[in-house]
């Protein structure tokens, strides 16, 4: 099996290299692209977009199927879970 | 107070083991079977475990399945790490890409094949890994753009190409090799076909 790396509780991402972390902090449970400046987790429905965009911009799928994508892969991260 | 703490940690790396059997045994399962057709009594029953350890580990048979493709992602992760962080150019990232497809060629074209009539969070899962090659690709593309050796291409397009044609040859694999790897046989022409494409 390979190594595996801590998970964002947010969207999933490994986070592999400091950088990846909120504020470069590899003690934080967030990804860089989930916290705001301050590294606090941002708003789901942001957090929920950027994530959407993830799939349009490599993929050309439509945005309301980006949409309901990226719902699907939050539903049950720690941050988001028993939202719905 | 010592041997508590050495149990604790003998009982962690069985729970560890006893996990990457779970999921080498759901892989072969679901490339033999098919995702759709696999049940977690059929993988449990493959390993002679109890179902009920199936839970513990994986609460639901997506959770199991998620697990599979995650160890998918986490190999092609580590192949692309080593491409970028060696500046190897868009053919290297393109050979990473097929030699993790390789690796894992049985259950991927399984996954492929049956990704529309999975669940939508399994469906995301795999998408989600598509816009990491669709990213690295892009990034390599670019490079070798500024370099004069290609030319530019929309983001979605260049990868729904080179993504278009190995799921066709992997859907198709049964008609497109001769021996059990259809990556294997076929790789170096797709390589070689896709980066004609991207020439300036």
Redesign the interface.
């Known amino acids: 099996m390979a190594e595996k790396c801590p998970a964002c509780g947010s969207c999933g991402m490994p986070m592999e290299k400091p950088e990846d972390f909120a504020l470069g902090d590899v003690t934080r449970p967030y990804c860089r692209y989930c916290t705001d400046a301050r590294g606090e987790l941002l708003p789901y429905e942001q957090v929920l977009e950027t994530n959407a965009g993830f799939y349009v911009e490599s993929q050309g799928v439509t945005r309301a199927a980006a949409i309901e994508m990226a719902r699907a892969m939050l539903a049950d991260k720690p941050a988001w879970r028993g939202r719905h | 107070m010592m041997k508590q703490s050495m149990q604790a940690a003998t009982r962690r790396e069985q729970k560890v083991v006893t996990r990457?059997r779970l999921?080498?045994a759901a892989m072969a399962l679901f490339a033999r079977k098919g995702i759709v057709n696999t049940t977690t009594a059929d993988v449990a029953r493959s390993i002679r475990m109890s179902h009920g350890v199936v839970f513990l580990h994986f609460p639901r048979r997506d959770d199991l399945v998620i697990a599979v493709i995650d160890?998918f992602?986490?190999?092609l992760?580590?192949e692309f790490?080593h491409a970028f962080d060696n500046d190897l150019g868009l053919r290297a990232v393109l050979h990473a890409h097929l030699r993790v497809l390789a690796e894992f060629e049985p259950f991927y074209a399984r996954l492929v094949t049956e990704a529309p009539m999975l669940p939508?969070?399994v469906?995301?899962?795999l998408?989600?890994l598509?816009?990491a090659v669709?990213?690295e690709l892009f990034m390599a593309l670019e490079r070798e753009r500024k370099a004069g050796r290609a030319r530019k291409f929309?983001?979605?397009?260049l990868?729904?190409t080179w993504i278009g044609l190995v799921h066709h040859y992997l859907v198709n694999r049964d008609v497109f090799a001769t021996g059990n790897s259809v990556i294997a046989e076929q790789g170096e022409t797709l390589v070689n076909h896709f980066m004609s494409l991207v020439k300036p």
Not at chain 2, 154 to 157: E, F, K, M
Request: proline fraction near 7%.
């Open positions: 990457d999921v080498n160890e992602g986490r190999r992760h580590a790490r939508a969070k469906r995301s899962t998408m989600m598509h816009a669709s990213y929309p983001r979605p397009l990868f729904n």
